[in-house]
Structure formats: C-alpha cells, structure tokens
C-alpha cells in the first residue's frame, strides 16, 4: 500500500547545528518527492522538492538527498536556527497518476536548543 | 497578499449543523486542492479541482462536497457535521495539475461540540 514515514518522531539539535531529518518511503516506482515545514497555527510551507531522475538536490540551506535503492530521502538543514523549529512532512506522488495527489508521512517535530 | 486564504480561520459549531470553508488563491494557479489534518498532525488529501474540473475525490463521506466556481476559487461545504469531523482543514494550489509544489493557506480549524 502507499506510506510514507519518519524515522524519529522529534529531533533536538542544537543551534548552529546541521539537522538530517529522514524519511522512507514504500512505493519504489514514486516519481516526486518533496518537503514541507509547518509551524504552529500555520500551514504546511514548500521547502525543496525532487524527482525522481535525481538523487540530490540544493536549496537555501537545506539539501535533500533520495536513495532509491533503500527508498529513503532526507532533508538536511545546515547551520540551524531557531526559526527553524517546526514539524517537517515528507510527501511522495504515486508514479500511477498525474493527479498532483501527495501522500504525506507523519512529520518529524525539529525542536532548536539555542 | 495572501497568496492562498481560507475563510474562516476558526469555526465551532453543534454536531448536525451544515457549514462551509471558503478558499480562494490570487497566484494564477489552475489546480486547487483540500486537505485534512488530524489531531496527529497527519494530513490527508480529499480533493483537488483543475480548472473547475474535480480530479480527485478521494474516499471521503459524501456529506462533505467542494464547489469551484472558477479555478480561483474552491470552497468545501459539509453537511451534518459529526464529531469525527473536527480537525483542521486546508486548502492549497499549484501551478497545474501534476508533480507540482502545492502552496497551502494556513488552515480552518473545525471544532464539533
């Protein structure tokens, strides 16, 4: 069936710290995988996205990186910040339609120690 | 300038009552979509419309029907509201249907006393 999850629930890291937060997912044949940030009250915000002809891909701060072989993605926050305390969503599309449909995972809770 | 805004923010209201979320997006975009957030953080998709036209309809209970009067727009109305409706509701769009980032509004809380 389709899922996706996290591996960790919550991560604390400490201010200044690189975060790695990770992801797996079961359907091998996804297409595009992105990542989403919500803060408390708010909606979930666009981070980076990848499909899947690539298997790295760089933003501001953050990196995200998919493994297709064991299924596996994770977002990499380099340097962070409070700002960035948030729950983080991974979400794939089946590669079965070209709906737009977004399967999400649990979220992972980045708490920042300053 | 909100990019996409959802109306009303908060909204309380009795098991069988009828209410409706209003959506609306100024980015240009045709594909609009709804989802649900559950007390778990988890989020789930029920519809999408692209340019008027519903896409998606997943298994959702037919009390709940959304409307698109023009792709700006998408609104979701629920009839008998039930206990097991509370959570909170978002809208999003994108640019058009498909392997696209979908912008979210920040969300409609519904709580069922």
């Known amino acids: 069936g389709e899922s996706v999850g996290l591996h960790l629930p919550t991560l604390s890291v400490q201010e200044g710290d690189n975060s790695i937060i990770n992801c797996a997912y079961s359907n091998s044949a996804s297409d595009y995988f992105i990542w989403y940030k919500q803060e408390s009250g708010k909606g979930p915000q666009f981070i980076i996205d990848i499909r899947s002809n690539m298997d790295k891909r760089q933003g501001q701060r953050v990196t995200v990186l998919l493994n297709k072989t064991v299924k596996h993605l994770s977002l990499q926050i380099a340097a962070t910040q409070p700002g960035d305390s948030a729950v983080y969503f991974c979400a794939e599309t089946p590669v079965s339609s070209n709906t737009g449909k977004l399967i999400f995972g649990q979220g992972t809770t980045l708490q920042v120690k300053p | 300038d909100t990019a996409v805004s959802q109306t009303p923010k908060y909204l309380v209201t009795q098991m069988g009552n009828d209410k409706s979320i209003k959506c609306e997006q100024n980015l240009g975009h045709d594909t609009m979509y709804w989802y649900k957030q559950d007390s778990k953080k988890f989020l789930k998709i029920m519809f999408s419309?692209?340019?008027?036209?519903?896409?998606i309809n997943e298994t959702v209970p037919n009390r709940f029907s959304p409307k698109s009067p023009d792709k700006a727009h998408l609104n979701l109305h629920i009839n008998s509201l039930e206990l097991g409706d509370s959570a909170v509701y978002f809208c999003?769009?994108?640019?058009?249907?498909?392997?696209?980032?979908?912008?979210f509004g920040d969300g409609t809380r519904l709580s069922i006393l």
């Open positions: 999003a769009s994108s640019e058009r249907q498909g392997n696209q980032p979908q912008h």
């Open positions: 419309y692209n340019n008027k036209e519903l896409i």
